[in-house]
């Protein structure tokens, strides 16, 4: 999807934002921005406000997104940074997909970093920045986390007569409860997670603190956390609580499921909730609630007030053949200000400073601001990043897909994937 904001004509003197031997070349009419929808939403939304505008009107230079879902974005990221020159400026990248061999396609921020410096750099949060890092060097800047929180719909917990979960296994007993048909025949499924991909089974499998693969590159797929989430996810299917396409279930499926009411619980971004309860789409504004993911009974000691569910960052790089590099950093600077930071944090991304969750404008209006941070103590990643991640995580679908419609045994299919992942990793 192409989309302009806030297009501008060149014209203007370029703003004075860096010394001038890192504005020598001349000013671009625009600059393109690749990057996931959500990213486009959070840094231009309306709650907080655009975090693109003033920079925009200092500079006279129009900025224009293309979007494109996870796999697609990558593909083209690493397709565009392969060529010597290309039209891409600024791109969005998630974690997984950062490795050494990536950072080679991409250009080093040190010396723009030090002509040009970012706002309060020690303000980031430090293992971000850190794993941004390859030889020494920094390659991005985080702009987003994504740590999952537990959404719930307050309104069919009530039309139901059920509990609010406090555990794990509360919630699975809730999901059958909360698998009906309204007397209009619409159906209603107590929980549903997307079916085409697999960190959400991970965060299933941290309830239990599992893992897919450790950060030091240890198979957790065939242990019992992540054998008891797939099974969960087996017996769900098998009892009609999720939806019998669940295979084919996308990730704004689920969204929208959930804003119009016929899922009950799902496991997604803390960010997700503005989403869920836009009052003009919504179907229960203000009904749809977010917590803390609760940890099953036996982890409540070690995680009470919340399971170590997964955290996933996306961070702004510089292809290295893109022909705007200083407007580029200059963007970037600008998108990382605490200001703008917080405006995108209002917007529903997850801050990547500390000082936005003590910002009064943002504890005081977001309602998850203590459970998200409680939560950011105990997150880890999915997955470490490496070179396989992608062709991993395929493997993962695949037979996590043919287990839970009962093709495979769950045994199996997670012996499977161990099998067929352990030559993938470092």
């Not at 499998?205 to 693969?213: E, M, N, P, V, W």
Request: charged share 20%.
């Amino acid at each position: 999807m192409l989309k302009r904001r806030g297009f501008l004509q060149a014209g203007s003197a370029v703003a004075v934002l860096a010394p001038a031997a890192v504005w020598a070349q001349a000013k671009p009419e625009k600059l393109t921005i690749l990057s996931h929808r959500v990213h486009m939403s959070v840094l231009t939304g309306a709650k907080g406000g655009d975090a693109t505008t003033e920079w925009v009107k200092r500079n006279g230079i129009g900025v224009e997104w293309v979007t494109l879902d996870t796999g697609p974005l990558h593909e083209r990221l690493f397709r565009e940074a392969s060529l010597g020159s290309t039209s891409i400026d600024l791109a969005f990248m998630v974690n997984t997909r950062a490795t050494p061999n990536v950072a080679n396609l991409l250009e080093p921020l040190e010396s723009s970093m030090q002509a040009n410096p970012l706002e309060d750099p020690k303000d980031l949060v430090p293992g971000l920045m850190a794993a941004m890092k390859f030889g020494g060097k920094q390659y991005a800047i985080p702009q987003r986390h994504a740590t999952t929180g537990f959404h719930y719909n307050e309104a069919i917990f009530k039309e139901r007569g059920v509990a609010i979960p406090k555990t794990f296994e509360d919630v699975i007993e809730a999901a059958k409860k909360l698998t009906f048909t309204r007397p209009d025949g619409s159906q209603v499924f107590g929980f549903l997670i997307e079916g085409d991909n697999y960190p959400n089974v991970i965060d299933m499998a941290r309830a239990y603190d599992g893992d897919f693969i450790t950060a030091d590159f240890k198979l957790g797929i065939n242990q019992g956390p992540m054998l008891r989430a797939v099974q969960t996810m087996r017996e769900l299917y098998a009892a009609g609580v999720i939806p019998r396409n669940w295979t084919a279930i996308k990730g704004e499926e689920v969204n929208t499921w959930m804003q119009s009411g016929r899922v009950a619980m799902t496991i997604n971004s803390f960010g997700r909730t503005q989403f869920y309860n836009d009052k003009d789409k919504s179907k229960n504004p203000g009904n749809i609630k977010v917590m803390a993911l609760p940890a099953a009974r036996e982890m409540q000691g070690k995680y009470p007030n919340s399971a170590p569910a997964k955290i996933e960052f996306w961070s702004m790089c510089i292809p290295k053949g893109a022909r705007n590099k200083p407007f580029a950093w200059s963007l970037i600077k600008e998108l990382s200000s605490k200001e703008n930071t917080l405006k995108a944090a209002l917007n529903g991304n997850g801050p990547v400073r500390a000082s936005t969750y003590t910002d009064a404008r943002f504890a005081s209006t977001v309602s998850y601001a203590a459970a998200e941070a409680a939560t950011l103590k105990v997150a880890r990643v999915p997955i470490p990043a490496f070179d396989n991640a992608a062709k991993a995580g395929d493997i993962f679908v695949e037979e996590l897909q043919a287990a839970v419609l009962g093709r495979k045994g769950v045994a199996l299919a997670m012996d499977d994937v161990a099998r067929r992942v352990k030559p993938l990793l470092p």
